[in-house]
T-cell receptor
Framework: GNSVTQMEGPVTLSEEAFLTINCTYT??????LFWYVQYPGEGLQLLLK?????DKGSNKGFEATYRKETTSFHLEKGSVQVSDSAVYFCALRTDTGRRALTFGSGTRLQVQP | NAGVTQTPKFRILKIGQSMTLQCTQDMNHNYMYWYRQDPGMGLKLIYYSVGAGITDKGEVPNGYNVSRSTTEDFPLRLELAAPSQTSVYFCASSSKGQGNTEAFFGQGTRLTVV
């Protein structure tokens, strides 16, 4: 079956630090990959996505590259802000069957001023 | 744009009580989903629907029921609440497209069973 593994949190960084959150996956077929963000007290919002190998998704300074050879989709940002404090979820979705998202366990990011 | 709307936002239930979590979307999406989010865990799929009149079980369906009489609405029913159902519940929807289409989430319902 499909599964997503992401690094444990919380991750605590100072403002303007570099961020990496690791994500690896197992899937049958060729999944699409997503990063969702959940701000305190809110639902999940799509941050970025990539639909095929070597695609790079980007949004709000965040980037992630779909690496089929290492089955990874690591999230990066060059300079984090306090407002980036949230929980980040890596997820995958396949074109067949239920087409539901399979999520990782989430990584909480805390950015200190 | 309302998107996906869930009600209520919070609820406390006693063991054995029942309730329905409401979910409605105004984007004419075919696919709808119910997830639960436990502390420190990712979201687990409870039930899903690929269109009106069609529902199916996800990973953790026990203790829940759903119906999909219209495209817009996808209520989740808890018949006999148990402490293990204390969780945050999210409804989501997506269009009938390829796997890369975005799923839109509601704000969540925080349920506590005591």
């Amino acid at each position: 079956g499909n599964s997503v593994t992401q690094m444990e949190g919380p991750v605590t960084l100072s403002e303007e630090a570099f961020l990496t959150i690791n994500c690896t996956y197992t899937a049958t077929g060729y999944p699409s990959l997503f990063w969702y963000v959940q701000y305190p007290g809110e639902g999940l919002q799509l941050l970025l996505k990539a639909t095929k190998a070597d695609d790079k998704g980007s949004n709000k300074g965040f980037e992630a590259t779909y690496r089929k050879e290492t089955t990874s989709f690591h999230l990066e940002k060059g300079s984090v802000q306090v407002s980036d404090s949230a929980v980040y979820f890596c997820a995958l979705r396949t074109d067949t069957g239920r087409r539901a998202l399979t999520f990782g366990s989430g990584t909480r990011l805390q950015v200190q001023p | 744009n309302a998107g996906v709307t869930q009600t209520p936002k919070f609820r406390i239930l006693k063991i054995g009580q029942s309730m329905t979590l409401q979910c409605t979307q105004d984007m004419n999406h075919n696919y709808m989903y119910w997830y639960r989010q436990d502390p420190g865990m990712g979201l687990k799929l409870i039930y899903y629907s690929v269109g009106a009149g069609i529902t199916d079980k996800g990973e953790v369906p026990n203790g829940y029921n759903v119906s999909r009489s219209t495209t817009e609405d996808f209520p989740l029913r808890l018949e006999l609440a148990a402490p293990s159902q204390t969780s945050v519940y999210f409804c989501a929807s997506s269009s009938k497209g390829q796997g890369n289409t975005e799923a839109f989430f509601g704000q969540g319902t925080r349920l506590t069973v005591v």
